[in-house]
């Protein structure tokens, strides 16, 4: 089984695939949009966690940066019909650290931000990852900052948008990777976006 790997960034194969190359082998490593933009360019070394997940079909590689994603993805994937696609989508909108806060609160609608991810899939979510993950998580402090403040914006985000008559996959698409704990600029920036699509 492979844990981790310490290497270089050869190339990406799009936001959600990258290829490493250790002691002359590369590994082709699939990880979230976040994760291959802080890997930084192309030729930079880098340092990556790693779920070796193996099927009859084949073996992948699920690569993070924090051992912290690591342990938030393998318990995902202990919930009830959530494979590594879901697991990876849900990492890719709420970190660790946000993640617990989203199970501590119950909170619903952050999970429904996940592409893929309806109310009802998010209430049955939250009660099985509450009994797989301790919160706080193991090795990922609480830093009593930003992630709270951001995920309430985004969720005022959501509803605002939701009200103006926006559907749901609409609202994913503009706030997936919109950061920032001032709802009003984040609602200014996603109406410009669904203005631009």
């Known amino acids: 089984m ?4 310490k290497g270089y960034l050869l190339e990406r194969f799009d936001e959600s695939e ?3 190359e250790v002691s002359g082998i590369g590994y082709r490593v699939v990880v979230t ?3 291959a933009v802080r890997l930084g360019d192309t030729g930079a070394e880098v340092f990556l966690h790693v779920h070796h997940h193996i099927r009859e079909a084949g073996q992948t590689l699920y690569g993070f940066l924090e051992r912290g994603e690591r342990f938030c993805f393998e318990a995902l994937l202990s919930a009830h019909g959530v494979g590594p ?24 609608a952050a999970l429904c931000l996940v592409p893929g991810v309806g109310k009802k899939t998010a209430t049955r979510l939250l009660v099985e990852l509450k009994n797989s993950l301790d919160l706080p998580i193991d090795g990922v402090p609480d830093t009593g900052d930003g992630p709270e403040v951001g995920r309430s914006a985004l969720v005022e985000v959501q509803e605002a948008l939701g009200g103006l008559g926006y559907t749901p996959d609409e609202v994913r698409s503009v706030l ?12 200014r920036e996603a109406l410009q976006r669904l203005a631009r699509a």
């Open 2 to 5: 492979i844990g981790s790997l």
């Open 33 to 35: 949009p976040t994760t």
């Open 176 to 187: 997936v990777d919109l950061g920032g704990d001032d709802p009003a600029v984040l609602l």
């Open 18 to 20: 990258v290829l490493v």
């Open 85 to 108: 696609s879901l697991a990876l989508a849900v990492l890719g909108v709420h970190g660790p650290v946000e993640l617990a806060r989203v199970l501590a609160d119950d909170d619903v």
